[in-house]
């Protein structure tokens, strides 16, 4: 059974940095993606970014290109998502979900397993 854990979040002022990790078991095939999803107070869970597992290659929401970045350790099975230059309307519980083909896309319904979230905090 796959299992994602994300860790990382907290609180930080406007302007910081953040590293979030997801850390996943459980997967025995490598064509899948990993994506980054937030979900803000009283909004629906949105696309951050993606990864692919095998190659690398990565794909971000507009909202973030040029100030979050996602990485990958295959040796530790930790898919990572630096994120600099924080706003506070980055505030939210942010997910990390893999996909269930190679599709690294922003569309949830690609995304068959989820980590129970990790909470980031960006005061003004």
């Known amino acids: 059974q796959v299992q994602l854990v994300e860790s990382g979040g907290g609180r930080v002022q406007a302007g910081g940095s953040l590293r979030l990790s997801c850390t996943a078991s459980g997967r025995t095939v490598d064509d899948y993606a990993v994506g980054w999803f937030r979900q803000a107070p009283g909004k629906e869970r949105d696309f951050v970014g993606a990864i692919t597992w095998i190659g690398g290659g990565t794909y971000y929401a507009d909202s973030v290109k040029g100030r979050f970045t996602a990485s990958r350790d295959t040796a530790k099975n930790q898919v990572y998502l630096q994120m600099n230059k924080l706003k506070p309307e980055d505030t939210a519980v942010y997910y990390c979900?893999?996909?269930?083909?190679?599709?690294?896309?922003?569309?949830?319904?690609?995304?068959?397993?989820w980590g129970q979230g990790t909470q980031v905090i960006v005061a003004s």
């Open positions: 979900a893999q996909t269930i083909g190679g599709h690294a896309g922003s569309d949830e319904s690609d995304y068959g397993y």
